[in-house]
């Protein structure tokens, strides 16, 4: 296994449907230009209320990309 560099972007996704599609929005928002991407962690999860009923999501990640050699 070689050892690998990687670097840190922080991405919000939102959703009408949930957090989880929230946080896949935002991962196929980025791939379209981020290339190597591994990994990501949850940082951060709101939402939006409207009429007692949640209307939006919205979650904050940290994605893990490798460096190129």
Do not use: C, P
Not at 7 to 34: M, W, Y
Not at 46 to 56: K, L, P, S, T
């Amino acid at each position: 296994m070689s050892a690998h560099t990687y670097k840190l972007i922080e991405l919000v996704g939102s959703s009408t449907v949930g957090t989880d599609d929230a946080i896949r929005n935002a991962i196929a928002k980025a791939a379209l230009t981020v290339k190597h991407m591994d990994w990501f962690e949850v940082v951060e999860t709101r939402g939006h209320i409207v009429n007692g009923q949640i209307a939006h999501y919205q979650v904050t990640i940290k994605v893990g990309f490798r460096i190129e050699d």
